[in-house]
């Protein structure tokens, strides 16, 4: 059997920071040297301070993504960023079909394919979200949301470099609820099964990471699941106190 994949705790600023947050992320990165090396730290800020993020993060361990991508590279989309815009701004990574643009922009699991292969193409790792209804886990449908939201939205070709998987139940996003470490091990290693069947060997690789209300608090037993490689991380992130722990705990669990 392969190693684990790296893990990666990503920190989702959403609407959230202005030119002073510039010392939250320094904060985050000086307390970084108490988390074991092998979590990859990574802050993705709002495309306004994208760039001022990644110079100060320069020379850290702290990696900074964006939030979301047009699938074009460039042309008359008026108010949108491409993929390699944000690349030349800084970024490494940038998340897909978060369940907010999903819900709010109305984006299809084809608008989210569309996008995780731009990543791709400006060089970009694509953290692709994916995630149940409180009413399809209700109806106990989240295996088959899971299976259809994936099989839709996963790009033609991946690797664990171009891709990154988080886990988002949306009605664990923001409100204090959490699946059971049991429900969670159950999507994790559905998910891992669905990655390797597409691609074998790269499906070994690519880190699937549960996001939904991860807390100092709970992060522990989360980050110890079976096939949970990380966490994308929301409220949680703003402040280096809540988030190093959660990184921390992540450590303490490989
Ligand atoms: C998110 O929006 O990606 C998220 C995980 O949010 P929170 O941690 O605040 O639930």
Redesign the pocket.
Known sequence: MANPPRPLVAG?W?MNGLSASVSELAKIASGAADIAPNVELMICPPTTLLHRFAEAARDTRIAVGAQDCHAQPSGAFTGDISAEMLADSGACAV?VG???RRTLHGESDEDVKAKAMAAARAGLTAIL?IGESREEREAGATLARIERQLEASLPDRFDARSLVV?Y?PVW????GLTPTPGDVAEVHTFIRRLLTGRAAGAGEGVRILY????KPTNAPELMAVANVNGA??????LKAADFLPIAAACGLAR
């Open positions: 989702n959403k998340i978060h369940s907010e979200c988080a988002e664990a996003i923001g409100t996001g939904g209300s991860v994308l991380v929301g409220g949680a992130s």
